[in-house]
């Protein structure tokens, strides 16, 4: 009964198409393509059911069901939402990393919008890089994919000219958040873009009642934060937010040309 369940929810959140995709790779041997072996999840990944999903994006599932749940928290309309992201960058970047790239909606549009830029999506679920991957290619897009952490990427320093962060910050603890922009600053040249577009917390701290919808962990403790504060704590310049859609922003800030990585 509860195999028959959630197929018939994915059926309802996926498609029939979808559907049968889900159900006809090996999953195991599709994310072990893009597993690192050694890497440890931190507890604050493992130990979370994101979505309500058991295992939260440990489990294909969240992966499979990630982009309609993504459509439906980004209101008016989430590739509009999206493109504003890649409205805001200030140059033509070379060399393009997205943070916590989920299934890759935003690293695809980078690739698009930069097609000769070298663009790299990295994300904590290998089952994440499946789907990104597969969109990539049904897309026609040459796109780097790295499973790892977006707070010790182990990428070298000040080599991107653009590190971008869509819908990442709320899936993580602030403190971790902090870490990852520490981590963004290091991985810039001097003088690259830094954007992160989220959720809006100004209006998240008072929609209670939505967090609880999506079931998100982290995003109370999100919305009482600033990610302005954050960004000019680890040094970042011209921090600017600007609000779009209903419920989202978008955070830019530049590493300084005389900034090199302290840590």
Not at 22 to 42: G, M, N
Not at 59 to 79: C, I, K, L, Q
Not at 223 to 235: G, P
Request: with cysteine.
């Amino acid at each position: 009964m509860g195999q028959l369940f959630l197929k018939s929810l994915l059926r309802l959140v996926i498609g029939d198409d979808k559907l049968r995709w889900y159900e006809t790779i090996d999953w195991q041997q599709e994310s072990d393509v893009w597993r690192q072996a050694d890497l440890i999840y931190p507890n604050y990944y493992s130990s979370q059911n994101f979505h309500g999903i058991a295992g939260g994006y440990l489990n294909s599932v969240a992966a499979m069901t990630y982009d309609p749940v993504t459509a439906f928290a980004s209101p008016p309309n989430e590739t509009w939402i999206r493109k504003q992201l890649i409205t805001a960058i200030k140059s033509q970047p070379t060399r393009i990393l997205d943070l916590g790239c989920g299934t890759g909606s935003a690293t695809l549009m980078l690739k698009q919008a930069f097609g000769q830029a070298v663009v790299i999506g990295l994300d904590l679920s290998a089952y994440m890089i499946v789907v990104a991957d597969y969109k990539a290619k049904q897309a026609g897009l040459n796109i780097q994919w790295l499973h790892g952490l977006a707070e010790n990427t182990g990428l070298e320093e000040a080599t991107f000219d653009l590190v971008t962060a869509s819908f990442l910050f709320h899936e993580t603890p602030p403190n971790i958040s902090q870490l990852i922009l520490q981590e963004c600053f290091c991985l810039l040249k001097p003088g690259g873009q830094l954007i992160v577009l989220d959720g809006n917390q100004k209006r998240l701290r008072h929609a209670a009642w939505l967090i609880k919808i999506f079931k998100e962990p982290y995003s109370q403790a999100y919305a009482a934060e600033s990610v302005d504060d954050w960004m000019k704590l680890a040094k970042f310049e011209n921090v600017q937010t600007k609000y779009v859609g209903w419920i989202s922003q978008i955070t830019s800030g530049i590493k300084p040309i005389n900034q090199n990585c302290d840590v």
